[in-house]
Structures are given as structure tokens and as C-alpha cells.
């Protein structure tokens, strides 16, 4: 089995309508939480090099795609899916930690956020140093919002004036506020 975690590249755009296909299957068989996709909008993130793609044998194994909010102030790592032919091989892991780390290359002043109900998403999250926090701490771009329109618990989000719904969230540091805070190397003749 050969596995590929890349930066999607504009040949991959012919897995566009493929992957919409997994993330709408996946989203009827788990009766929540991930909203629609178009395929002109998957296209869009490959040849903008905001997507990372998982090819197992030339075949379509996952995906996942980066989405600026606020002006970049904030960006989520959205539309995660792994085939379900591939699921529990550590996929999801290694396409989150790709994801991950183009996001802070390519936005290092950005904080990166997601909202979840799954299980192993938030194991991942918390495994990269994402920390969850009330909706409250997210960005507040209506365009951001109106991503959950597509969701079948729209509904509940919109009760709540948009501060809580059935996801959790879950926001890491910045690049630059992680480079900050990260422990610096004891100088010679320091001590405890
Ligand atoms: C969620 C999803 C992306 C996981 O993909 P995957 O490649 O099977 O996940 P991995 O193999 O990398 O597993 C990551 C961790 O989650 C655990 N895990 C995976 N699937 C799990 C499940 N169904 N129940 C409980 N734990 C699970 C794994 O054991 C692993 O934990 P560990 O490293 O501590 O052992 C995949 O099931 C999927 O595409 N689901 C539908 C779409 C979806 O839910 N997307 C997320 C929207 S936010």
C-alpha cells in the first residue's frame, strides 16, 4: 500500500467532485455535523495550495482544506474526511498534522480553530496543542457562520444566538505566539 499526504496540487482537481461525494456519504451515514461542499469551492482550495490530499495507491483517501476568517486573523482546518475504505490506518492524523503545518507557514499570525463532534478529531486536535474554548473565542465573520447553514443542527446553533451548539471548538496558537511561549533552552551556568 503507498501512501501520499501532499500539498494538493492542480492535477488533484479531479478528485474535487470524489471528495464532496465522501464528505456528503459521511455526513447521511453519521446524521450530524459536517456541512455540504461544492466542488468548484474544493477546486478552489487545490489550486490556491490551501489543501492537503491523501492518496492511497492513486486512489482518493482524504482530504482537508485551509479557510482564513477576520481579515486572517483566524484560520480553521475544515472539511476533514478520510475514505472509508482507509479509516483507522492514522489518516486523519497525519492529513490534520499536514494541514496544520501549512496553515502556520502560510498564516503565522493566525489562530487556528475547528468545531467538532467527532471523537477522533478532537484526540488529533488536542495532540497538535489545540486547546477548547467556548464559541465566544472564535471568529465572529458571518461568512464563517453561514458554513453551518448546510448542517442538520443549524437549527440549534440559531437558538443560541450562535454561543453554543452540538460542536465542540477548539482553537490552537499562532505560529508567532507559539514560538513566544515555547520554553527556551537553559544558557550555560543556569540552573533550577
Ligand atoms: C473522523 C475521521 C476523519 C477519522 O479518520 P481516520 O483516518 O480513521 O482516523 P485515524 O486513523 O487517524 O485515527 C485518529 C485517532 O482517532 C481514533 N479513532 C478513529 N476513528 C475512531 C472512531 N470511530 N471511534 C473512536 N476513535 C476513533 C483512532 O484510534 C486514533 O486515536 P489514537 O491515535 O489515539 O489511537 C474519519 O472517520 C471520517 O472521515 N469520518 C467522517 C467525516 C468526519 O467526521 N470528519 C470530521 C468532521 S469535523
Known sequence: MHIDILVAQPEHTIYAQPICDLIEESAKARGTGIAKREASYVEEKILTGKA???LVDGEIAGFS??????????VANSGLIVNPKFRRLGLARKIKKAVFELSRKKYPEARIFGITTSL?????NSDLGYKPV?????????????GCK???????L????????LCT?????????????SP?????????
Request: hydrophobic residues 35%.
Open 169 to 181: 471548538a477548539m482553537m490552537a496558537k499562532s505560529a508567532k505566539e507559539a514560538e513566544k511561549t
Open 65 to 74: 482544506y485551509i479557510e482564513t476568517w477576520s481579515h486572517g486573523n483566524y
Open 52 to 54: 492537503v490530499i491523501a
Open 184 to 192: 527556551q533552552p537553559l544558557s550555560e551556568g543556569e540552573g533550577l
Open 150 to 156: 448546510t448542517c442538520p443542527n443549524h437549527d440549534i
Open 134 to 146: 467556548t464559541f465566544s473565542e472564535l471568529t465572529q465573520d458571518d461568512a464563517f457562520w453561514n
Open 120 to 124: 477522533p478529531v478532537m484526540k488529533i
Open 158 to 165: 440559531m437558538r443560541n444566538d450562535r454561543k453554543m451548539c
